[in-house]
């Protein structure tokens, strides 16, 4: 055995390499973390605060309260417990995440910053507006670059995500119509590939959800669509590039028959990034579309939000934008906050949007410049086309011709070997990697969609491709139980999600109680 | 371009793998008369560190932040003290740059954060169950109706005139898209409104807020057993969720739906967001719940894990059937929200709130000293609304020339409604000397 001066060994130990059974649970640096209710120590506190002053209560005939339940636990205690829950986490500071339609791309730390300067991060949203000039002209600022990469005239900042974003667009269209007079128009045309999100936006809404079929090259079917126009159509919620990765070939088409017919286009905008600065939407006929800043414009998703979902408006919809929103004019910047004696058609959300994700997303397109952004977009693209080349001999693409941002697989090239989309993503988990989107879109079977973003190198790139590749052969060489069995590197291997559906546990119990029970 | 690895031989050997000669070859699906040959013109190009820090420090310097002034200002978003460690903890890159949970074994890290944060909410709101949060309290509140909608089959919503008029009018827009009723009563800032009279056989759900917007703290038991009489839901809107560690909770005084904005804890006011939705209901309700729910189960091995559940009620599921269209929500901001809690414990938490009573009893009393001042509260938690002999709005703009934020001028939340009406919130961060400073200002400018 090798040694040094001191008589410590430097050697690498014995060969054995079989994972031991420890006795604390823990392997290495992966540790076991209890509940941190199960960390209490009654009195404990992991804060200092001054002494509470004898008084008379003001309460009024509400009774204080007693107890609450939480746990004590000194400040290290605590620093510990959620470092090492945040082991538990892949992320993309981590490593490649090709989350198809989620867009998955590095979140620079200058943004984090500017968001905690204290001029931002420490202003009350109710300030004296004269107090808050430099918040108001930052939305301002963002408001304008939205503006005009998109070609749109107005905007919205206020809708919290995506989501909401797309209940914000629809509700605009549905006070258009009213103001037409044509409240009757209750029929929304979306596609099959769509996220599930638009058909619930449309029926929450109070719209018929009518589906239009693609045609076998992943794109909205023009005939089909048209066929189903009619005078009670109020527009067609359509994602462009599409849930396929493809741009939709006819959407100026598509555009002007929506048009024609009275109706209005709802572009869902989650794909933005693919073509954010190399096409202005506006030039595809839309009237309103949503921009998740948590993915063209990389504010981070933070493990499921907060996100932030502006929308663009055409001129058609621009009088109904709801407030509140930012004016400009001679004594500086001002907030409309209320919508009555307007068209405005009410407000999302209490307050003026997310303005930290505002801040973020204006550092990270600052950072980029017009310039930037026709690389990002143009790398994107380029990304995904060649994960495509390289995979399409082993895997199989659902349809022809270049992608955009993002390309899909479906799993016929799995056809017969047993093993799953679902097995595949497990393993895929065992080699490092996040897995791609699955089942999603529904409009092929077993989908397996891949975004790698811009800002994934080209060696990143290779591993992941070479990883897939050699999972796919193996897949289909018979070997199964690998697949069915992954992934076995993780802190948790695969969870029983139908237990937990079928007897749902949704928070601690102290064990001296009974478990909650159903009523 | 800093964030850009691809090199040009990088992108020339991936070309070369597609098997096209440029990357506006790839665009060629574009309408040509929409493909732009170069970069957008009228914005500038790609900008450094130091250059686009400078240009957002001047934006923030144009600001007052609050903390920098004596500052008292309330009305649904709280400045409290938050610890170093908060933020620290949040900035890890594992949490930070994470997506929603979908893929579990590698994801547990969020998954028991919000366990616990479901946990935490349900304790402090005294309620069965909570989810994985909303996107701030007003949409909460929104979908809380909605919900009482689903489960009752009625139509009508009763909102207390003490409820924050924001979460009022994301309510009402909600309610007229969606198509239900909302009966407003108006704004009251000395209570005393009868919400039952409201009430009839189509009415699914009554929206009271405590402490209510002008800062009074009720004992709703009595309210929710009348409701619970008509057949209709008590919906509790909490705003200060500190007040939680106080005040008997919603759930002790019957509520069925609790909608709450959690902002006050760990996180920045943030010129308004992003914030953090509370949802917590009756055990029973738990299926007609909006947004994302972690529950525990075991993994292969048989050892305890989490897993996002119930999706069955979600639109990437359901679809046009969902209870929600909701899908991102705001994890971040409910980590932040935890590690506070968790700092805080059980002691911390409690007199937190005791402080926070403390320091408003204390504001309250000097206020009431200072001519033309009326304090309308008897109870209030940590913020309360004072009556001026002339238009608040002037009042503040004059304090703010002073450097002391004020309160929030009733009229601003009210469209113009309440004019000489002034709410005033104090926190822990609120010292002696910031009160001197506001009632020496305020007796100077009245």
Redesign the interface.
């Known amino acids: 055995m090798s040694m040094n001066s001191q008589g410590r060994p430097t050697g690498t130990g014995s060969a054995d390499s079989a994972v031991p059974d420890t006795v604390t649970g823990n392997r290495g640096l992966q540790i076991e973390e209890p509940l941190i209710f199960e960390q209490d120590s009654p009195g404990r506190c992991g804060v200092d605060l001054p002494e509470v002053p004898a008084m008379n209560l003001r309460l009024g005939s509400v009774k204080p309260r007693t107890r609450i339940g939480l746990p004590g636990l000194a400040e290290p205690q605590v620093v510990r417990h959620y470092t090492r829950l945040s082991q538990k986490n892949y992320s993309i500071d981590t490593g490649l995440y090709p989350l198809g339609s989620c867009t998955m791309k590095h979140n620079p730390r200058l943004n984090e910053k500017a968001a905690r300067l204290a001029g931002f991060a420490d202003v009350h949203p109710l300030q004296p507006v004269s107090t808050v000039q430099g918040a108001l002209e930052l939305m301002d600022a963002l408001a304008h670059w939205l503006k005009t990469l998109t070609g749109m005239p107005a905007v919205t900042l206020a809708p919290a995500a995506g989501a909401h974003g797309e209940m914000a667009g629809m509700m605009a269209i549905r006070a258009a119509l009213e103001h037409r007079g044509e409240a009757g128009r209750t029929r929304v045309l979306v596609p099959e590939s769509a996220h599930g999100t638009n058909p619930a936006t449309a029926a929450a809404l109070g719209f018929t959800v009518d589906p239009i079929p693609a045609t076998p090259e992943g794109r909205v079917d023009l005939d089909a669509m048209k066929a189903k126009l009619g005078p009670d159509v109020a527009g067609i919620m359509l994602t462009n590039p599409n849930t396929c990765g493809l741009f939709e070939r006819d959407v100026r088409a598509i555009a002007d028959a929506v048009h024609e017919a009275g109706g209005y286009f709802y572009c869902d905008g989650a794909n933005f990034n693919a073509i954010v600065g190399r096409v202005k939407p506006a030039d595809l006929g839309i009237d309103a579309m949503h921009i998740n800043l948590h993915k063209t414009f990389s504010t981070p998703h933070g493990g499921g939000g907060p996100g932030s979902g502006p929308v663009v408006f055409s001129d058609a919809l621009a009088p109904f934008v709801p407030v509140p929103y930012v004016v400009h004019d001679a004594g500086g910047f001002r907030l409309v906050e209320d919508a009555n004696g307007s068209t405005a058609f009410g407000r999302m959300k209490a307050f003026h949007g997310q303005m930290g994700m505002f801040i973020r997303a204006l550092a990270y397109i600052l950072s980029h410049g017009a310039d930037g952004l026709w690389q990002a977009a143009g790398d994107a693209v380029l990304n995904a086309n060649y994960v495509m080349a390289r995979l399409k001999d082993v895997m199989t693409p659902s349809f022809e011709g270049p992608c955009m941002h993002e390309c899909l697989f479906d799993d016929r090239f799995l056809k017969g070997s047993g093993v799953t989309t679902l097995d595949l993503a497990k393993a895929l988990i065992d080699e490092g990697f996040h897995p791609m989107t699955m089942y999603f879109p529904l409009v092929v079977h077993g989908a397996l969609l891949i975004e790698p973003t811009e800002t994934e190198s080209k060696a990143g790139i290779d591993q992941f491709v070479d990883a897939l590749r050699a999972l796919a052969q193996r897949a289909v060489s018979g070997d199964v139980a690998y697949f069915q069995g992954a992934p076995r590197l993780t802190p948790r291997r695969r969870l029983d999600e139908t237990a937990a559906a079928r007897k749902p546990v949704l928070r601690w119990t102290p064990p001296a109680e009974p478990a909650l029970a159903a009523e | ?7 040009e031989a ?2 020339h ?3 070369a ?4 000669s440029s ?1 506006e ?7 040509s ?4 040959s ?12 130091l ?3 400078r ?14 002034v004596p ?1 008292f ?1 309330g ?3 709280y ?1 409290h003290h938050v ?1 170093a ?1 908060v ?1 620290h ?1 949040v ?20 998954l ?2 919000l ?2 944060f ?3 909410v ?3 709101t005294g309620m ?3 989810n ?2 909303m ?5 909460a509140c929104a979908e809380a109706v909605m919900m009482a909608n689903r489960i009752t089959r009625r139509k009508k919503a009763v909102l207390s005139g003490g409820l ?1 008029p ?2 009022r ?2 309510t ?2 909600d309610a ?4 239900f009723d909302v009966v407003a009563m108006p704004a009251a800032p000395k209570g005393g409104e009868d919400l039952m009279a409201q009430v009839d056989a189509d009415t699914a759900c009554v929206v009271v807020q405590n402490p209510d917007v002008f800062g009074h ?3 709703y038991t009595a309210l929710a057993r009348m409701c619970q009489a008509k057949g209709a839901l008590l919906i509790v809107v909490v705003t200060e969720a500190l007040s ?6 919603p759930g002790e005084m019957g509520a069925d739906i609790v909608a709450a ?1 959690g902002q006050s804890l760990g996180n ?9 939705g509370l949802f917590a209901v009756k ?2 309700y ?1 299926r007609q719940m909006p947004g ?10 048989g ?1 305890r ?3 996002l ?4 009620r ?9 209870t ?10 409910a ?1 932040a929200f935890s ?1 506070h ?12 709130a ?2 926070n ?2 320091k408003a ?1 204390q504001l ?1 009393d000097r206020l009431s000293g200072v001519k033309g001042v009326e304090v309308l ?5 940590n913020e309360f609304t004072v009556t001026l002999p002339r238009d608040a709005a002037e009042v ?2 004059e304090l ?1 020339k002073r450097r002391i ?1 004020g309160g ?1 001028p009733a009229s ?2 009210f ?1 113009g409604e309440l004019p000489e009406h002034l709410i005033l919130a104090a926190t ?1 961060t609120n010292t002696d000397s910031d009160m001197d400073a506001l009632t020496k200002a305020l007796a100077e400018v009245l």
């Not at chain 2, 240009?55 to 920098?68: E, T, V």
């Not at chain 2, 939680?244 to 909770?249: A, D, E, R």
């Not at chain 2, 979600?314 to 969902?322: G, S």
């Open positions: 371009m800093r964030y850009l690895p691809l090199t990088d992108r050997a991936m070309l793998a597609v098997g096209v990357v070859d790839l665009f060629r699906d574009v309408p008369a929409a493909r732009r170069g970069p957008v013109e009228g914005l500038p190009n790609h900008a450094g560190e250059e686009v820090e240009q957002l420090a001047a934006m923030a310097g144009r600001n007052i932040p609050a903390g920098s500052s200002l009305a649904g978003a400045r610890p460690t933020d903890m900035q890890r890159g594992e949490f930070l740059t994470a997506y929603t949970p979908y893929q579990p074994e590698i994801s547990q890290g969020t028991q954060v366990f616990e479901q946990t935490q349900a304790l402090l069965d169950v909570a994985a949060s996107y701030d309290g007003a949409t924050h924001h979460y009018d994301t009402k827009t007229h898209f969606i198509g703290v009720r004992d939680l560690g106080l005040l008997t909770p904005e920045a006011l943030s010129f308004g967001g992003p914030y953090v055990e029973k738990v994302r729910l972690c529950g525990q189960t075991v993994d292969a091995d050892r894990g989490f897993v559940t119930l999706s069955t979600e639109q990437h599921i359901r679809r046009e059937k969902a929600s269209n909701i899908c991102t929500n705001a994890g971040l901001c980590l590690i809690l968790s700092l805080l414990g059980e002691e911390g938490f409690t007199n937190l005791r402080l009573h403390a009893v309250a509260n008897d109870a209030f938690f503040v703009e703010a934020l929030v601003r939340l469209a822990e």
